[in-house]
């Protein structure tokens, strides 16, 4: 048997706690990370600390440790109220701690007090570091500059299926007093927590499958605190959606703070609600546009139609008085050769009987073609004559519209109160201009 000097592990886990006791201070202030966080049923809250490398983000170091609930009761609603954050893990925090070593048990740490201002600082810290690094690599503007779709209407949404934000989306894009149709895919993520991050990127990944078939991508969630909304500061995440080929629209439905990914993003809207409210407007002003080219095309054809209305009365006038005379003088000429020919034929006739009367016949046939064919380009010029005839034209639903005598052409010279004479193929109308 050893005889060598042995202590128990009781006796050796005793003089560790009471080394520890006697050579540490009372307190130190720690910086680490809360990788684990739980609270039981006796208000008792258990943490593990961690810290990581900034270059390789492994482990360095970890810890236990506990925060009593007498002390927990106290520490809690002063941190969240001060920082607007949930203690919870992902964040960074300075605590007053006392080194502690049980046999049982071993090292821990006996959390005091928390300093609420350097986490507010180390999440600012963070989220700088991210847009600087954005704005180094070229990257920040890139979803900015593309160009907006002129009606985007298919849709793709990323966001908690169960997320009040999503029902609020939905509700108010499908029943547009409009009646606006869009068409849209839920790609669900994490909206929240250690997994968002991942979550988010790969619904991104899935939405770049069908690029040219979705016309802009949203990412919306219903609110919530600063830590909860931390991933949305997240490198990774705020680099895929500046690099994202289509535009990309965020309500992350909170005023207090801009996120990293609001920032990068093409447009950034309050809420879920909003980014609904946007789309419909983008419709809405679409709608106007048209509804005030169809005015403007509608003003310009009406007065097109009025210019040529003038231009047919003009012809019709000066055309009248030359057709008339033409007919005249058709009849003129076609009685002159028929007498000439009467004339010839009959003298004709006593020298060469015979052979006149077969003349004749020849003769006759072909002045009754003659005649015919005249009398066909007469029938024509008189149809002419007969289209150009001002009560005609007025017969097929023109008007003629006077002030004072004198044809109106243009609108705008009339005034209110002004008196109109209005002629119709049958009857005229008095009017007084109202507008």
Excluded at 39 to 53: A, F, Q, R
Excluded at 60 to 73: E, M, Y
Excluded at 276 to 288: G, K, R, W, Y
């Amino acid at each position: 048997m050893d005889t060598k000097k042995h202590i128990s592990l009781y006796e050796l886990n005793q003089e560790v706690k009471k080394t520890l006791k006697n050579n540490l201070p009372e307190y130190y202030w720690v910086i680490g990370e809360i990788s684990e966080i739980k609270v039981n049923n006796s208000g008792h809250c258990y943490l593990e600390l961690v810290e990581k490398d900034e270059l390789t983000d492994s482990l360095r170091a970890k810890a236990r440790a506990i925060i009593w609930s007498s002390t927990f009761r106290m520490l809690q609603p002063y941190f969240e109220t001060t920082t607007n954050i949930k203690l919870t893990k992902g964040i960074k925090v300075l605590v007053k701690a006392i080194a502690e070593f049980h046999e049982l048990y071993g090292f821990s740490l006996n959390i005091i007090d928390i300093e609420p201002d350097y986490t507010i600082g180390e999440l600012a810290r963070t989220k700088q570091e991210t847009i600087k690094r954005l704005v180094k690599e070229g990257v920040i503007e890139m979803n900015k500059s593309l160009p907006f779709p002129l009606l985007p209407q298919k849709i793709a949404v990323i966001s908690s299926a169960t997320a009040a934000g999503y029902g609020d989306f939905m509700n108010h894009i499908q029943n547009n007093p409009y009646n606006y149709k869009f068409y849209i895919r839920l790609f669900p993520a994490f909206m929240q927590g250690e997994e968002a991050e991942t979550s988010i990127v790969e619904a991104l990944d899935k939405i770049y499958k069908y690029e040219d078939f979705f016309d802009i991508v949203v990412i919306i969630r219903g609110g919530g605190s600063q830590a909860d909304l931390s991933c949305f500061n997240n490198y990774w995440l705020s680099y895929n959606v500046a690099q994202f080929p289509l535009p990309v629209l965020t309500g992350i439905g909170h005023e207090q703070d801009e996120s990293v990914v609001d920032i990068v993003a093409h447009t950034k809207l309050k809420t879920p609600t909003a980014v609904a409210e946007f789309l419909i407007s983008v419709f809405q002003e679409n709608e106007n546009y048209i509804n005030d080219l169809n005015s403007r095309i509608t003003d310009i054809c009406l007065e097109k139609v009025g210019r040529e209305n003038e231009k047919i009365s003009k012809y019709a006038l000066l055309l009248t008085p030359v057709v008339t005379e033409r007919i005249s003088n058709n009849y003129n000429t076609i009685n002159l050769i028929s007498q000439k020919i009467r004339s010839s034929c009959r003298e004709y006739a006593v020298k060469n009987s015979q052979w006149l009367l077969l003349l004749n016949r020849n003769l006759k046939n072909h002045c009754i073609k003659y005649i015919s064919d005249s009398y066909y380009r007469l029938e024509i010029l008189d149809k002419k004559r007969h289209y150009l005839d001002p009560k005609n034209i007025l017969k097929r639903g023109y008007s003629i519209t006077l002030h004072n005598g004198k044809n109106i052409k243009e609108a705008y010279k009339l005034k209110n109160e002004d008196l109109i004479d209005t002629i119709l193929y049958k009857g005229r109308i008095k009017s007084k201009v109202t507008k």
